[in-house]
């Protein structure tokens, strides 16, 4: 049984923050390349972070970029999402997914979600 399990997600104040968990079982991440992403309601889903498992390159979108930080901890099979200073436009429902085949851009694995929202 292959799974990934995100939380961590809840309601914040603007400039508030989370940290997002995804955690597997059923498979090593430590091989896979693993992604944040996030989709709001009626939007298309968007790519937050990546993470590579070949040298632990990390990538981010621009309007994430000095707030959102993403690492891995191999031996609880867990990555992370911290998200600090957030924003109304980050409110949306967060995945994580898992790949190990075309690095950062084809995901095998996804979780079901958790919900961030940011709103005073």
């Known amino acids: 049984q292959l799974l990934l399990v995100e939380s961590g997600g809840g309601l914040v104040q603007p400039g508030g923050s989370l940290r997002l968990s995804c955690a597997a079982s059923?498979?090593?991440?430590?091989?896979?390349?693993i992604g944040w992403f996030r989709q709001a309601p009626g939007k298309e889903r968007e790519g937050v972070s990546c993470?590579?498992?070949?040298?632990?390159?990390?990538y981010y979108r621009d309007s994430v970029k000095g707030r959102f930080t993403i690492s891995r901890d191999n031996a609880k099979n867990t990555v992370y999402l911290q998200m600090n200073n957030l924003k109304p436009e980050d409110t949306a429902v967060y995945y994580c997914a898992a790949g190990n085949r075309h690095p950062c851009i084809e995901f095998d694995y996804w979780g079901q979600g958790t919900q961030v929202t940011v709103s005073s």
């Open positions: 993470i590579m498992s070949s040298d632990g390159s990390t």
């Open positions: 059923g498979f090593t991440l430590e091989n896979n390349s």
